[in-house]
């Protein structure tokens, strides 16, 4: 039978979590508790941060910028999960499966690209002190964030608009909790290689990029501390340096362990705890490691 004479797939079904009872009150209890947690501390470090003299740097205008994109990107996906732990049936039309999967990776490109500009941020702060503010000016700031947002939502434009223009004609049950695409993409039936390559690519290319920007950034950083003389100079560089290398690790580590495998590998429960630390745990842990144990925020607090 031609493609173009099957019935076209209305809505998706995901598989969820767990299909365990006892499991998913825990899970939306304690999901539930996160995004509290992310929600209110995002806000209230984006607050902080435009009331506060003393804060009005680059390295916290960027800050801002990136707890404004974790609100939105947890959004995007937790508040489904929730609602589906409590339902049995997990469904999504097909085009609130293109807007989630639209957002969703947009928002995760602009987030990475985020990361990176603040790399390059602290290289600038910590090997050119003296020409800092010169070099780091509002048109500057405003033009990389303009930048990160641009790229974050073309890509995601690119990505969707390839994978959402494929025929879907048969089974419909996403075997996750959000819609993302590689997973989409085996329920169409037209050749999704195209799509495949299109995703792996795209996520690929911007996601080394970034990362590469980032162990760039960081090697000139760790070349200059070493060359510092001051004890003080260099404890606060290195203390820097390592609140922002462990939000990097837990990002880019889940994100190139989900999407960097061929196409056909077998999603398993391990890729869904993965995208829960990056969906979920990740917003909500960087306004608490960059910014509460920073002591001039602590200060305000």
Not at 47 to 76: A, C, E, G, K
């Amino acid at each position: 039978m031609d493609i173009t004479n099957r019935t076209k797939v209305r809505e998706f079904v995901f598989s969820g979590l767990t299909d365990d009872e006892n499991l998913k009150m825990f899970l939306f209890t304690l999901l539930l508790h996160v995004y509290i947690v992310t929600i209110v501390a995002n806000l209230g470090l984006v607050v902080i941060v435009s009331n506060t003299s003393n804060l009005q740097s680059p390295m916290y205008y960027f800050l801002s910028y990136l707890s404004l994109v974790d609100v939105f990107y947890s959004s995007t996906v937790t508040p489904k999960m929730l609602v589906d732990l409590k339902f049995l049936k997990k469904n999504i039309s097909y085009e609130g499966c293109a807007l989630q999967f639209f957002f969703y990776a947009a928002l995760a490109a602009t987030e990475s690209f985020l990361l990176s500009t603040m790399s390059y941020d602290r290289y600038v702060a910590i090997c050119h002190p003296l020409h800092y503010m010169s070099i780091m000016t509002k048109k500057k700031c405003l033009r990389l964030v303009l930048l990160c947002f641009s790229v974050g939502f073309l890509q995601s434009s690119v990505q969707t608009s390839c994978a959402f223009s494929l025929q879907y004609c048969g089974p419909n049950l996403i075997d996750h909790f959000y819609c993302d695409a590689p997973l989409v993409l085996r329920l169409s039936c037209s050749d999704p290689s195209t799509c495949d390559m299109v995703t792996v690519y795209t996520v690929g290319s911007l996601a080394l990029g970034s990362l590469m920007t980032i162990l760039v950034s960081y090697a000139l950083i760790v070349i200059s501390i070493t060359n510092m003389r001051s004890t003080e100079g260099r404890r606060k560089a290195f203390s820097t340096c390592s609140s922002h290398l462990m939000c990097v690790s837990i990002f880019y580590g889940t994100v190139l362990f989900t999407y960097m495998r061929p196409p056909s590998s077998i999603f398993t429960i391990r890729d869904k705890v993965a995208s829960v630390f990056y969906t979920a745990v990740t917003p909500m842990l960087n306004p608490l490691i960059y910014s509460l144990r920073n002591q001039n925020v602590r200060r305000v607090i």
